[in-house]
């Protein structure tokens, strides 16, 4: 399915598929039944989002706060990621 809206497999990853078009690139990461979806392209995202949820029950949740015990959170100069709430799980 990812293939068929263009979407080329990571080399890397067999979890990460890039699109790339004259706007910028399309990142997608699978991780069993979650996906992130990354891009400078907004409505290629949206396009994504719609062609998926025609062949998929799917809930958009949003921009990414949390996911794999890893906390994200946007600032104006990036992104912060924390294990913060996993290690103080641990810990106790």
């Known amino acids: 399915m990812i293939s068929f809206l263009g979407f080329v497999s990571s080399s890397h990853d067999f979890a990460l598929f890039v699109k790339c078009i004259d706007v910028g690139c399309i990142i997608l ?16 995202i949206l396009v994504l989002k719609t062609e998926l949820a025609r062949q998929f029950e799917m809930n ?33």
């Open 29 to 44: 990461s699978l991780y069993i039944d979650d996906v992130i979806v990354t891009s400078d392209d907004i409505d290629g």
């Open 60 to 92: 958009d949740l949003g921009s990414l706060q949390y996911f794999l015990d890893i906390n994200v959170v946007y600032s104006p100069r990036g992104y912060l990621l924390s294990q913060l709430k996993y290690i103080a799980n641990i810990l106790e």
